[in-house]
């Protein structure tokens, strides 16, 4: 009996057949508290998978998947169900969205069908669609669903998307081969430094054997093209080989200052920007003199506000200045010292805690690490001493982000 699951990045799918649209859910146990973790064997042998294309676009607050596939009927003419699994699984996955599906170009009609949950909590459903084979015929399928990122595994804070793909006696044979393509959209490179995405090979039946077996260019079995487009590609793809792929959260948040310069028809200096992980836009503080004891401070609004989730944060980083290019940057204030001031949570109560931390005068990001991480959602970044602009008495700074714990 051969058996394949393929993990991904993000959030899951699943396709299933069903032996002449007859639905079987012999096991519908979850097996990871995600969309589309459903292992559901299935009874018909005629219908082999060849192949399978799997995009996908990760972008800041969601991401966008299509994967094509190429079945092949290797019998008489046949009509199967597929069913493609969605979970909604409250406080911890969210459900695919806008699922579509394709024969060969043309939009098929999908219907929804309910499964028994495990879980009291759990609503379980598939997103349903027909095929009709004829005899011995190949058939190229597509589906599209986007989702909002999930952050599964509590403690440790990814986004994860998961691709599985649970044979059972779904076919049996090896897939010849699944390539999969991940594009990187709207997000920036600053907002992937320090954030490898991780493509590891797991043991589905026992995570703690988890064997992370490449970085951010997922060698061996993956080609980083350019920042923003990487590839797999797997072969013979046999039962028991699952990939994972998580690419670690990435925060988004809004902040807000004790003052700012009033904006130029070039140029806002507002506070949100040293979180639009854009290195070019600045916080400008706008009081006469060099703005020592103003501040800024950010939140981390993602998951806050939705979840009530805590992050636990390792490390900050800063980019100092007006950082868009060197004239701007000397010619303006930096920041030479700042007071960084945040709530961490210990033992059911915030505690107030500070730092003092000496910036350097460069234009590239710079990174600390807390003595101990700290479960924190604000940050005060208050000015204690400037390095003096050659030309104003403004002080900028460009970039502030947190980094929550990463995996181990
Ligand atoms: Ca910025
Ligand atoms: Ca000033």
């Not at 400037?386 to 995996?407: H, K, L, R």
């Amino acid at each position: 009996m051969k058996k394949i699951n393929s993990l991904f990045n993000l959030i899951i799918l699943i396709i299933c057949f069903f032996n002449a649209g007859i639905f079987i859910f012999a096991d519908a146990a979850p097996i990871s508290p995600a969309s589309g973790s459903t292992v559901v064997p299935i009874y018909d042998t005629d219908i082999v998978l060849k192949h399978e294309i799997i995009n996908i676009y990760l972008k800041r607050h969601e991401f966008y998947v299509e994967v094509e596939y190429l079945f092949v009927n290797t019998s008489l003419a046949n009509n199967v169900t597929m069913g493609f699994p969605n979970i909604l699984v409250p406080s911890l996955t969210e459900p695919i969205e806008d699922f579509k599906a394709f024969d060969s170009g043309a939009e098929l009609y999908v219907y929804r069908k309910d499964t028994p949950s495990k879980y009291e909590w759990e609503e379980y459903y598939y997103e349903c669609f027909d095929v009709s084979f004829d005899a011995y015929e190949s058939k190229n399928i597509k589906n599209t669903y986007s989702s909002e990122y999930s952050t599964s595994w509590g403690y440790k804070m990814q986004r994860n998307m998961y691709y599985i793909l649970t044979t059972g006696a779904l076919w049996h044979e090896d897939i010849d081969n699944i390539l999969v393509n991940i594009y990187i959209e709207g997000i920036s490179l600053q907002e992937l430094y320090g954030r490898e995405v991780i493509c590891s090979d797991i043991d589905i039946t026992n995570y703690d054997e988890e064997e992370i077996i490449s970085g951010i260019d997922f060698s061996p079995y993956g080609i980083k093209v350019n920042d923003f487009y990487y590839f797999m590609e797997f072969k013979d793809v046999e039962p028991d080989f699952d990939i994972k792929v998580t690419l670690p959260l990435l925060l988004s948040g809004h902040a807000e200052s004790s003052s700012e310069l009033e904006a130029g028809s070039r140029y806002s200096y507002s506070a949100d920007n040293i979180c639009d992980y854009d290195p070019a836009t600045s916080w400008v503080e706008g009081v006469r003199g060099n703005g020592v004891g103003e501040y800024v401070s950010y939140h981390m609004d993602y998951y806050f506000q939705k979840r009530f989730y805590m992050y636990t944060i390792e490390k900050f980083g800063i980019i100092n200045g007006f950082a868009e290019n060197e004239t701007l940057f000397y010619s303006n204030n930096r920041v030479k010292t700042i007071k960084l001031e945040f709530k961490s949570l210990e033992n059911g109560s915030f505690i107030p805690q500070s730092v003092i931390i000496e910036l350097e005068d460069i234009m590239s990001m710079q990174y600390y690490y807390f003595d101990e991480p700290v479960i924190a959602k604000t940050f005060k970044i208050i000015i204690e001493d400037v390095y003096p602009g050659s030309e104003w008495d403004d002080t900028c700074m460009a970039e502030f982000q947190v980094f929550p714990v990463n995996i181990d």
